[in-house]
């Protein structure tokens, strides 16, 4: 019966889901394909004529009309189940940089109807002005000026840190990190400003990342976080419908039905924005948009992809009219290539872009003193288990597995030997405390699991980044006392964090999951990486890329990872070897290479220069 009771919830989970995306699929179809084509169609303007004032309407011609991008003029969807014109909440992406995303009001699902007819009979002098919702630059373009449209769908860490990654590459390789003090006070835009370059004119450079999908997409297509989020964590269900989509009769209605749906809002998005250079980090960014510059006229924008798949590429990815495609590996391009709309001069094999902290393969600082930066023991062997962006993976299971193992280990060996004396600097720690293992857990943006994982393991037992771990004066012990109650294991929890390259280079292993970021993060710091599970699919051919490379492997079941951890711990010397082979596969300067390739030759940014070798 204790087996058979969780059984039934996840089948009735799963009945549940299929209802709601077949009956979303069949509105959906029935309001793009069926009777409902005006709604979108129709447009409303804020000042209209005298006709239009008494009829309440005004029609918009079939995908060709002209959208004026004034100031002082706002667009609205004339809908009985959803208005444009209602500033909302807006719904913004979580960043660890300094740069401030698109954030526009999400387009609403039906059950919202009644809400925002009510906010759509306010006055227009109520209503922002247009630039507040689809020109996510936040003004008119100025003449010399240069914008980058990145656009994403925020499915998982990686395809945001990709944006982000390239963000501080262009800002790196064109700018000065100058801010536009009107922009900045109207709508927090972050300019870059281009210096003087030998031989050309100062231009100016804007670039901005939009989750498109969620933040400019019809219902159910805004929902695709969610989507997103409850396949990952059912992965027969995920395998179900990815290999269902890559048949070529669904994907070619799945690309037509993302169109169809979406157009009248992508279309404002791109002529609103009117971007230079169109740059997609989503395998389900390329082609919607595609068609929608085809269609209003925007032929002379390139859209240019930056696949973030490590080895098995989503189907997606691959779409005619593409302007350049950026790889990471080998293996991606053989099968760009197998696609008989992509030529191979479009494919640039470089690598995946990583964050700034990734640039280099070479430490400036050792294992021991960014350990003390971060507060952690210096002398102890560090394993490091991360659940990802979005904290996937199974993470309190691998986390109590890997902690039983090292706690039946009786005297683990110490990682480095304590020179400063008896007593570790600044912890009161003596260097004969038990213990000799650490545990750091970052557990992404699941507090579900953070906090399961802190009751497993109490704060007073662990140590936080922030600061010492708080006592009460009925608390006030000797630190070792408490931490020898988990074991001989020191457990640190963490949430979300935004030092990851520090984090990494404290540690002297890696247990994740197979995503390829964090896998391309692991080689440059020359971090053993140990797998603990994947998403089936474009994740699949991580795992052949980590262990035929020598520096990693995959342990789906609990106990053997565990046992994995420990004699990784055990065996510096094989650590050791483990991180010199996964530097030969580091792609450090991808990066800027990608962002120095689209800007010197692409948008013009600088005199062209000779580019790397394929």
């Known amino acids: 019966m204790s087996s058979f009771l969780p059984m039934l919830g996840r089948l009735c989970g799963t009945v549940q889901f299929l209802c709601f995306f077949i009956y979303s699929l069949l509105i959906s179809v029935w309001e793009t394909f069926g009777g409902c084509k005006v709604r979108r169609r129709r447009v409303t303007h ?40 209602d500033p909302g909440s807006p719904s913004s992406i979580p960043s660890t940089a300094t740069h401030t995303w698109a954030s526009p009001p999400r387009p609403s699902s039906p059950d919202k109807s009644k809400k925002q007819q009510q906010q759509g009979q306010q006055s227009a002098s109520e209503k922002p002005p247009c630039g507040d919702r689809y020109n996510v630059f ?41 801010d536009d003090a009107d922009a900045a006070a109207a709508r927090q835009v972050k300019r870059v400003l281009m210096e003087e370059w030998e031989g050309g004119e100062g231009v100016q450079l804007e670039i901005r990342a939009v989750d498109v999908w969620t933040d400019f997409a019809r219902y159910p297509f805004n929902e695709f976080v969610w989507y997103f989020r409850f396949y990952a964590a059912r992965p027969q269900l995920w395998v179900f419908f990815y290999s269902l989509f890559t048949l070529w009769p669904f994907k070619r209605f799945a690309e037509a039905w993302g169109f169809h749906h979406n157009y009248d809002h992508f279309a404002r998005l791109l002529q609103a924005s009117q971007p230079d250079l169109l740059l997609s980090v989503h395998p389900l ?36 009219g593409v302007h350049t495609y950026f790889v990471p590996s080998d293996a991606v391009r053989t099968l760009a290539l197998k696609q008989p709309f992509i030529d191979e001069s479009q494919v640039r094999v470089r690598g995946l872009p990583l964050r700034k902290g990734f640039w280099s393969t070479e430490r400036s600082t050792s294992k021991q003193a960014m350990r003390a930066a971060l507060g952690w023991r210096e002398d102890a062997a560090t394993c490091l288990v991360i659940g990802g962006g979005e904290g ?77 771990p ?38 002297d292993c890696l247990v994740t999951k197979a995503g390829p970021g964090t ?84 948008v013009g940014l600088r005199p062209q220069q000779q580019q790397p070798q394929q």
């Open 138 to 178: 936040g003004g008119p373009k100025r003449e010399g000026v240069r914008r980058i449209l990145i656009v994403l769908s925020d499915t998982g860490g990686g395809h945001k840190t990709a944006a982000l990654s390239l963000e501080q590459a262009f800002d790196h390789l064109y700018g000065n990190n100058g």
């Open 470 to 507: 708080h006592l009460s004066k009925s608390e006030k012990k000797p630190l070792v006392s408490q931490r020898a109650k988990a074991g001989a294991v020191w457990v640190g929890i963490y949430g979300f964090v935004d030092n990851m390259s520090d984090v990494m280079a404290a540690a």
């Open 392 to 468: 996937i993976g199974g993470l309190a299971a691998t986390v109590r597995a890997i902690v039983s193992q090292l706690k039946r280990h009786k005297s683990p060996p110490i990682s480095t030997s304590n020179k400063g004396g008896d007593e570790e600097k600044g912890s009161g720690i003596p260097s004969s405390s038990p213990a000799s293992y650490q545990l750091i857990v970052v557990c992404g943006r699941n507090d579900g699991v953070k906090n399961k994982l802190e009751r497993l393991f109490p704060p007073k037992s662990h140590h936080h980044a922030s600061r010492r």
């Open 46 to 85: 804020n000042t209209p004529s005298p006709e239009d004032q008494q009829d309440g309407k005004q029609q918009l011609d079939t995908g060709k009309a002209t959208i004026q991008q004034q100031q002082s003029t706002c667009i609205s969807i004339n809908d009985d189940s959803t208005t444009l014109d």
């Open 519 to 602: 896998i391309a993060e692991a080689c440059t710091q020359g971090l053993p990486v140990l797998l603990s599970s994947y998403l089936p699919g474009q994740e699949t051919g991580n795992i052949p890329f980590v262990e035929d490379g020598r520096f990693g492997a995959y342990a789906p079941r609990k106990d053997a990872l565990g046992r994995a951890v420990r004699r990784w711990l055990d065996d510096p010397d094989m650590r050791d070897e483990m991180g010199r082979r996964a530097i030969e596969k580091a792609t450090p300067s991808a990066t800027l290479q990608i962002a120095r390739e689209i800007g010197d030759g692409i």
């Open 285 to 320: 960014c390329q082609h919607p948009f595609l068609r929608t510059m085809a269609t209003i006229g925007m032929h002379n924008v390139p859209l240019v992809t930056v696949v973030t798949d490590l080895q098995t590429p989503h189907i997606f990815w691959w779409a005619p």
